[in-house]
């Protein structure tokens, strides 16, 4: 059979059914275990203003099942290791997806986004005073330019100074004739 790059994914599931009774098993473990996904969907659909914190949020789901996968899940030897590696697993997928440049080689489904999600993470004034700025890739922000880099020395203080004041709208829209070009 000759395998082109539309039936890649039928030989990839071919493979997965080979073994039902454990892609059955990984499935419970991932229902059971999968509250934190589904909190970071809902959270994903709020209409508040959160990209700044949508790097954090995904970084923390990573962690948290690379930690899962440290864990003894059952005292059943053989169900433990299925749960390691369902956890690693998705530890893995999700940094592939997420942060590619982590990867020995490009995968092939990624987040074209990973650097503007880290970088706007400056635009929260709880989070910019403990961000190492000079490895923030600012001018994946669109619109980032010298001009915004000029602003940051003035901004910096300020978001330390009141950070804890006032929400993150009501902060911008007092900064905005203080910081033209970052607003």
């Known amino acids: 059979m000759h395998i082109s790059p539309n039936t890649v994914v039928l030989k990839d599931l071919q493979k997965l059914l080979k073994d039902v009774q454990s892609l059955k098993s990984q499935l419970s473990l991932i229902a059971m275990h999968a ?12 209409r508040e203003v959160r990209v700044h914190q949508t790097y954090n949020k995904v970084a923390e789901l990573i962690n948290t099942y690379r930690a899962m996968a440290q864990e003894v899940h059952s005292t059943d030897a053989a169900i433990n290791k299925l749960c390691v590696k369902t956890f690693h697993d998705v530890s893995e997928k999700l940094t592939n997806y997420y942060n590619p440049d982590q990867c020995k080689k490009k995968p092939r489904f990624f987040q074209p986004a990973h650097n503007f999600l880290m970088a706007v993470r400056i635009f929260d004034p709880q989070q910019v005073c403990s961000l190492d700025l000079e490895a923030l890739p600012l ?4 619109g980032f330019d010298a001009d915004c880099k000029s602003e940051m020395d003035k901004y910096l203080p300020y978001a330390k100074e009141n950070r804890s004041r006032m929400t993150l709208n009501e ?13």
Do not use: H, R
């Not at 902060?171 to 607003?183: D, G, S, V, Y």
């Open 35 to 46: 509250k934190g996904l589904v909190d970071l969907i809902q959270w994903f659909e709020s």
């Open 139 to 142: 001018y994946s922000i669109p």
């Open 171 to 183: 902060f911008w829209i007092k900064a905005e004739e203080l910081f033209p070009n970052l607003t």
